[in-house]
């Protein structure tokens, strides 16, 4: 268990609705991240943070903003979401502990549909 | 362009039947090749991280090896248990982020 809990493990959610989802951290990771996962392209990140209140984009971040405002808990939020986010999302921390590895820890993931 | 490319992108194998996967990468400055677990359904587990060329982790039936270029996920009589997306990624750069490839997708027959 990496200590990783998502919330809500899935939703299904009309196109034009915002959307947020949660990560929660219990191994004092400093970095967390966003991933999602479609078929054919394998898991792409979408931002991640290196410290409360310290972000950055990955490769596909637009239509999607985050916060972190405790080490523990990392927000995604789909600001107006569209059939294209139709996806599963995960959380994945790493970097627990000083001189630790570039290895992350995975969430059980969230299913999003968007109709 | 950095890119991870895994192959083969399906594996069928008997019980018993030993094989290898493989994982390639066309990047500079590896600072840590990382080796995932997959099952429908649920998050990616971690396996193996390898460093440097050479290295070899070792966990039950799998064994990761790496050089220059490519890592090998070898499974020695596997079992269906063992049957799962094998992930693989790379770490590169001065920040903390991981590029993975597409996977490969094992099936164990008994």
């Known amino acids: 268990d990496a200590g990783i809990t998502q919330s809500p493990r899935h939703k299904v959610t009309e196109t034009g609705t915002p959307v947020t989802l949660r990560c929660h951290q219990t191994?004092?990771?400093?970095?967390m991240y966003w991933y999602r996962q479609d078929p054919g392209h394998g898991l792409r990140l979408i931002h991640y943070s290196y410290g409360v209140k310290d972000t950055d984009k990955g490769e596909v971040s637009d239509g999607y903003s985050v916060s972190r405002s405790k080490t523990e808990d990392f927000l995604l939020t789909l600001e107006s979401a569209t059939s294209s986010q139709t996806s599963v999302y995960f959380c994945?921390?790493?970097?627990?502990?000083?001189?630790?590895?570039?290895?992350?820890?995975f969430g059980p993931g969230t299913r999003l549909t968007v109709t | 362009e950095d890119q991870v490319t895994q192959s083969p992108e399906a594996l069928r194998l008997q019980e018993g039947e030993s094989s290898s996967l493989n994982c390639s990468y066309t990047v500079s400055g590896l600072r840590g090749l990382f080796w995932y677990r997959q099952d429908p359904g649920k998050g990616p587990e971690f396996l193996f991280t390898?460093?440097?060329a050479g290295e070899e982790k070792e966990k039950e039936r799998l064994k990761a090896t790496l050089t220059k270029k490519e890592s090998f996920l070898h499974i020695t009589a596997p079992k269906p248990e063992d049957s799962a997306t094998y992930l693989c990624a790379w770490a590169g750069g001065a920040t903390n982020k991981l590029i993975f490839g597409t996977g490969t997708l094992l099936a164990v027959q008994p």
């Open positions: 994945a921390a790493g970097g627990a502990k000083r001189g630790a590895g570039y290895e992350q820890y």
């Open positions: 191994e004092n990771h400093r970095y």
């Open positions: 390898l460093y440097s």
